[in-house]
């Protein structure tokens, strides 16, 4: 099975409804990468040997997602800008 990635430039305040919007296409799989330190709170959760130190967060983020090559990405695409530009 082949796959296509695609990667969206977002704020991080915009995370939760990028990824929202992207789960009501049925994207389901996602990946955020931020520059969000984690709390003490959060790190204490983790079963993780090492935290990396991040740079100050300047808010920026991005979405990484999936779609199998035969789904018709287009169509999808076109549904995800339509639902962006009504936010």
Do not use: C, H
């Amino acid at each position: 099975m082949k796959w296509n990635k695609y990667k969206l430039k977002t704020t991080t305040q915009a995370e939760d409804f990028v990824s929202g919007v992207l789960m009501e296409l049925g994207i389901s799989g996602i990946q955020v990468e931020d520059n969000v330190q984690i709390s003490q709170e959060d790190k204490e959760k983790q079963f993780i040997d090492y935290l990396a130190d991040l740079p100050e967060d300047d808010g920026t983020a991005y979405i990484s997602f999936y779609t199998e090559e035969d789904d018709n990405a287009e169509q999808l695409l076109d549904q995800l800008r339509e639902k962006l530009k009504e936010a």
